[in-house]
């Protein structure tokens, strides 16, 4: 072996080592940071922070049951929105447009979902928070819901494409009408897709902070209807980390903990459907 | 061959059929409905653009383009300048991705080259899942954990090494904008072992082969070949990830230590265009002053947009490639 051979073979086990390095360093600062979330979070989590409403700024306690429940009812308002529009016209994408319109629908999409989301809320608040004269839950679910409407779009497309020719024939060759083809034939194929980038889009926006700020803002209590200002979680770990009082950093750790562990589950949940069904390859 | 083209063709083929009968089918109803969806698709997407232009109409006839590069920011004088939020925005991504970039490529050279195929699959399942975190969990850690990391150890450590240089020069705060880079750092990281491990894997076999069946070691082969052909796709990781660290709002925010200055120090507190559109959006009185922010919001908007169309551009002409010389 000559030494120049030896050289070369040096280097080349030091650079794949250094890779391994980096990957070791990446997952591991990942998951150290996780680690610490699920411990902390987990000290600070009790029964009333489910249960009760904040308490009044010095005081410790309560929780932070209204921002539950605001983050639900705006999860609600997005997927009204979102999903409708993500779903349908995905199935004019795929099934129904020419190249040309098909090519305009997937780049606003694209542009859609680049958009960064602070700039989301600003024209939500332009676009509802102005012209109703204040923050609402209807607002705020707007926005969220403008943000899955690109993800939706995008993936259910891929899956509705990724069905089989052969069963779209079929149907035609059975004397079904092209609507009742994609009815009861394409959609009901393609569903485990359908459901996973419905349940990924949803969980990509559930803890979306900066479209909420002048939409839901916020609120201390209750927030009765869709028209008046709600707390939602996300907000709410905002606020509370970067005040001043120690009660309201636990309850934000809490409020993390709690976040985090309903998007991964709903990622996980995702992803298990996809890989449990359709023999579909992805593109 | 011949015999197809022979046999009529047999009942109703689709499009062929009159308008008549497939409106009575529901076909052209169907079609019409979820155009329209479609279609709310590209109206919203101009709607957006439209009130972000039409939004800041005072400040662009004020300033002009001297907007972008007047440093006061002075909302009881109504002078508005970009330049600190822009310097913040750029400082910061800047610095996320002279780490990320270096440690995620790496990292997904070694998923894609080395590892095994299910330690890659498992590590790459959990990354997507990291990917999935909120920025505002990612602000909440980088508060806790991070600042005070960096106030006690790596700023002082830092001051006592590189001091002289004027970009670690200034009391240690533990915010600022080197701060707000490491949070972004570890929040982009996945995108770009995610999307560079892709491409990297789409890189056809025989390229590997044919470089180690010249007598190169294994990291020549990778090095030298695989990653230069899968070079568009890897940039496009990065275009990716600098279009999300500039547009990032919540994790800078809580971080960043919210002041309009502009400093070589990365010591030093700074702002971006993110976090003063959060902070100061809601109490901005008067109409110049909430048209400035929606102006920086069109800013930050053209700045996003332009990277992304540069990645995905990226992203197809390297897979393009990849998958056409595999058929090959």
């Excluded at chain 1, 120690?246 to 990622?267: F, K, P, S, T």
């Excluded at chain 2, 109409?57 to 972008?68: I, M, N, T, W």
Aim: hydrophobic share 55%.
């Amino acid at each position: 072996m000559t030494a120049r051979l030896r050289w070369r073979k040096f280097v080349s086990g030091f650079m794949l080592t250094m890779t391994g390095i980096c990957a070791l360093v990446a997952v591991s600062v990942l998951f150290f940071i996780l680690g610490y979330l699920v411990y902390h979070g987990g000290r600070s989590i009790n029964w009333s922070f489910f249960t009760k409403l904040p308490k009044p700024v010095g005081e410790t306690g309560g929780g932070m049951a209204n921002a539950i429940v605001g983050s639900a009812k705006l999860l609600v308002v997005a997927s009204m929105l979102g999903v409708p529009v993500g779903f349908l016209g995905a199935v004019y994408l795929a099934e129904f447009s020419g190249s040309n319109v098909a090519f305009v629908v997937r780049y606003a999409a694209d542009l859609l979902n680049g958009v960064p989301s602070i700039v989301i809320g600003i024209f939500a608040y332009s676009l509802v928070v102005l012209p109703f004269k204040h923050f609402s839950t209807l607002a705020g679910g707007f926005a969220l819901g403008l943000m899955m409407i690109p993800i939706t779009l995008r993936s259910t497309e891929e899956f509705l494409l990724a069905v089989p020719r052969a069963l779209r024939e079929a149907a035609m060759a059975l004397g079904a009408s092209k609507w009742k083809t994609i009815a009861t034939v394409i959609v009901p194929a393609a569903y485990r897709g359908i459901l996973t980038a419905v349940l990924l889009a949803f969980a990509r926006v559930a803890g979306e902070t900066a479209p909420l700020l002048f939409t839901a803002f916020g609120n201390r209590f209750w927030s009765p209807g869709w028209n008046q200002p709600t707390a939602s979680l996300p907000v709410m770990i905002f606020t509370y980390a970067v005040a001043p009082y120690e009660d309201w950093h636990r309850q934000a750790w809490a409020a993390g903990l709690v976040l985090l562990g309903l998007i991964l589950v709903i990622n996980i949940v995702a992803r298990a459907i996809l890989a449990r069904g359709i023999a579909v390859p992805r593109a | 061959m011949a015999a197809t083209t022979t046999v009529p063709s047999a009942g109703p083929i689709p499009g062929s059929r009159s308008f008549l009968s497939r409106l009575r089918e529901g076909d052209e109803i169907a079609r019409l409905v979820t155009f329209l969806f479609a279609a709310s698709v590209v109206l919203v997407t101009l709607l957006l653009i439209f009130e972000l232009w039409q939004g800041s109409v005072l400040p662009r006839h004020k300033f002009g383009l001297l907007f972008l590069v007047t440093r006061v920011w002075d909302p009881i004088a109504e002078q508005f300048g970009a330049l600190p939020f822009i310097y913040g925005t750029l400082m910061t991504a800047t610095v996320a991705l002279a780490i990320a970039v270096p440690l995620g490529i790496g990292a997904a050279v070694f998923l894609a080259e080395l590892a095994p195929a299910r330690l890659s699959d498992a590590l790459e399942f959990f990354i997507d899942l990291l990917a999935a975190v909120p920025s505002v969990i990612y602000g909440l850690l980088g508060v806790f954990i991070v600042v005070p990391l960096m106030r006690d150890y790596v700023q002082p450590g830092l001051k006592n090494t590189l001091g002289f240089l004027p970009l670690f020069s200034g009391p240690a705060y533990g915010i600022g904008f080197l701060t707000a880079g490491i949070v972004l750092t570890i929040m982009v990281i996945p995108y770009i072992i995610s999307v560079s491990r892709e491409v990297l894997l789409s890189v056809p076999r025989d390229q590997r082969e044919a470089a180690l069946g010249l007598g190169s070691t294994r990291w020549e082969s990778t090095w030298k070949v695989v990653v230069p052909f899968a070079r568009g796709g890897i940039m496009g990781s990065i275009f990716l990830a600098l279009a999300r660290a500039l547009g990032e709002t919540m994790a800078v925010t809580m971080v960043i230590g919210n002041t309009p200055t502009i400093s070589a120090s990365l010591l030093s507190p700074g702002y971006s265009i993110a976090a003063v559109i959060a902070n100061e959006f809601t109490e901005a009185t008067g109409d110049m002053y909430l048209q400035a922010l929606i102006e920086l919001g069109l800013v930050l908007f053209l700045l996003t947009f332009v990277l992304n169309g540069l990645a995905r551009l990226l992203i197809v002409i390297t897979s393009q490639r990849g998958s056409g010389r595999a058929h090959a």
